[in-house]
């Protein structure tokens, strides 16, 4: 059973600082690895997505870098900005079925 | 586009009461999915459905939930008799695929509180 874990679950940090979120998974046969946006009381937007077969995509400010075999990625996030607080989750959809499995989240605050 | 489609966005209900929780998946897509986020807790996998179909329900609870994608219409999750427990946000995502390789499009949610 896929289980996916963030680390850490909170981070607060000053405007203008390079963040790099973590996210880990025990079993790498994915398909891909999605990372998404959730503001409170909000919906999830999709930031970015890994295909099995990539090592990093990039938008923006954002990067995000899979290492498949050692079961992790990680979201790099250059120059925080305020606007960036939010909870960021990690999901994982494997090659053995169609659900996403999700992380349990990094609660970002960016502090001006 | 209109994206994803939820409603109703809050939805009250007392205890043994029904919900009917509401998902238009985006244009030209035919696959759905449903979660459920507890508070404090993280997004669950529930149901997949592509019209008229149950694919997988492996994350529904056994009881008083039940899931439909008709021909014509949005996906329903359907809750009978619901409880406090109940209480949490249900998120609906759709894709054009199986295993998009495109990832999956959320709706913004429809937060069920029960009292």
């Known amino acids: 059973k896929q289980e996916v874990t963030q680390i850490p679950a909170a981070l607060s940090v000053p405007e203008g600082e390079n963040l790099v979120l973590n996210c880990s998974f025990t079993?790498?046969?994915?398909?891909?690895l999605q990372w998404f946006r959730q503001d409170p009381g909000k919906g999830l937007t999709s930031l970015l997505l890994i295909q099995s077969s990539q090592r990093e995509q990039t938008s923006g400010r954002l990067n995000a870098s899979l290492d498949k075999s050692s079961g992790r990625s990680t979201l790099y996030i250059a120059a925080s900005q305020p606007g960036d607080s939010a909870t960021y989750l990690c999901a994982v959809s494997n090659n053995a079925g169609n659900m996403l499995t999700f992380g349990g989240g990094t609660r970002l605050m960016v502090k001006p | 586009n209109a994206g994803v489609m939820q409603n109703p966005r809050h939805l009250v209900r007392r205890r043994g009461q029904e919900a009917r929780l509401r998902c238009s998946p985006m244009?030209?897509?035919?696959?759905v999915y449903w979660y459920r986020q507890l508070p404090e807790e993280g997004l669950k996998f529930m149901v997949y459905l592509q019209k008229e179909n149950i694919i997988d329900e492996s994350g529904m609870p056994k009881e008083r939930f039940s899931a439909e994608f008709p021909k014509e219409g949005p996906s329903i999750l359907r809750i009978q008799q619901v409880v406090r427990g109940d209480s949490a946000a249900y998120f609906c995502a759709s894709s054009p695929l199986d295993r998009s390789p495109y990832g999956y499009t959320f709706g913004s949610g429809t937060r069920l509180t029960v009292v």
């Open positions: 244009k030209g897509h035919s696959h």
């Open positions: 079993d790498s046969a994915i398909y891909n």
